[in-house]
């Protein structure tokens, strides 16, 4: 059921800012608007999105997944209805660019980061499976969308595409807390006694060793600690040392600079050629057959013995793939031809989306995955926003849609080229930390340093004088103590 719930949530926040470009066309000729202003709508709520990432994460940290997914339904609701009542296109890209795709981001990140704690083992298949809602849902909404269009227009469309996102509020009450929560209570309310032994002892120390105004200081400094450790409970800052993260961060960065722009320009670039409204929504169709076919597929894949020790690899690959089903698109000058496009382009999308967050997880881990995901959403938003506009402004600018896709295909394979040279130097280095740990761990000598070290340090602290004697004492009371615990 999670995997479902998670399915249905992160069906409507890929897929939503993408079929939305049905519309386009039809909102251009109502307002009068360029291609590049239009395409700010898809941009803003991508953005939104994914720059909402930390305070997704910080909500999930603090309430669960469950009561934040259930707002953002209730938010896209509100979004999409408030903008079918919109006068201009600035109203636009407040109700559906902010509003709704703040929505969004409280339903993507929450749906990601559950299934990261409820599996292990499968996580790559359990990943691809929910990643499949994506496809099914554009396949679902790119001709639902045309026919709303055709019927009630975009402004009833809007009303009723309202109530249907309301549908994200029922999948996140199939977000069910994990039973663990008593476990890390037990655990946190250990440390927290073990740490206030230990800082009754330090006090003491210091009102023995020190004048009265170093104790202020003291507090002071520690005031300022306790800040930095309530943010990090909820962002983990210390991944910025973290290679791989780095790594990741730069190469994802970069991808998304070319990544929605084919996408949310396809049907109209079909219209533009002379195509039919429905043969071109169908266009997104296929694409989303294929996507809804690859995710899981490329999650098995990915599970696999031989693929997963080296998954970062094989999602360079999918990007560089990506990236050159753009490149080709100009040569596609029939509708057959962009039918050919579509498919490929489905099936490079799909196993760039399957692989997205899992390769995240198998940098960082699962206990700082929630912390990466934030951090990465709000670095990607930045590219995620300029995408289809500067795609936009290269139809505009030449009145050619090539160019926009040659620029999508070049930076996508650049990403691709990065991230294997990058990752294959990452893959070195940790061997070699491995091999010179274990060598370290095997070598005697170095174990009989530490040892001498270990006996200087207390050799050191017992000729420091009587007036630490009392605080010694106490010190292997606490001990004594906590040994007597963990005897019984």
Known sequence: MVVFGAFVSIGFAYAFPKGLAIFFKEIQDFFGTSYSEVAWISSIMLATTYGAGPISSILVNRYGSRPVVMFGGLLCGVGMISAAFCTSILQLYICVGFITGFGLALNLQPSVIIIGRYFLKRRPIANGLAMAGSPVMLCTLAPLNQFLFDNFGWRGSFLILGAILLNCCVAGALFRPIGAATASVKTQVTEEGKNCLKGKITEDALEMSSPTSVPMENKTEEGGKDCCEKINQYLDFSLFKHRGFLIYLIGNV???????????????????????????????????????????????????????????????????????????????????????????????????????????????????????????????????????????????????????????????????????????????????????????????????????????????????????????????????????????
Request: hydrophobic residues 45%; aromatic residues 12%; negative net charge.
């Open 254 to 488: 970069l991808m998304f600079l070319g990544f929605f722009a084919p996408i949310v320009f396809l049907a109209p670039y079909a219209k533009h050629t002379g195509i039919d409204e429905y043969s071109a929504a169908f266009l997104l169709s296929i694409l989303a057959i294929v996507d809804m076919v690859a995710r899981p597929t490329t999650g098995i894949i990915a599970n696999s013995k031989w693929v997963r020790p080296r998954i970062q690899y094989f999602f360079s690959f999918s990007i560089a793939f990506n990236g050159t089903c753009h490149l080709l698109c100009p040569l596609a000058s029939s509708y057959t031809g962009l039918v050919v496009y579509s498919g490929f382009y489905g099936l490079a999308f799909g196993m760039v989306c399957a692989m997205l967050f899992e390769t995240l997880m198998d940098l960082v881990g699962a206990s700082r995955f929630t912390s990466a995901v934030g951090l990465v959403t709000i670095a990607e938003c930045c590219t995620i926003l300029l995408g289809p506009p500067i795609g936009g402004t290269l139809i505009d600018t030449f009145g050619d849609y090539k160019y926009m896709f040659i620029k999508c295909g070049a930076v996508m394979v650049l990403a691709g080229t990065f991230l294997f040279i990058m990752n294959y130097y990452n893959y070195r280095m940790l061997a070699k930390e491995e091999k010179e740990r274990k060598a370290k761990e095997e070598d005697p000598k170095s174990v009989r340093t530490e040892n001498e070290g270990r006996n200087n340090w207390n050799k050191d602290t017992t000729e420091v004088g009587p007036e630490l004697e009392p605080l010694r004492e106490e010190q292997e009371g606490v001990k004594k103590e906590m040994n007597g615990t963990n005897e019984v």
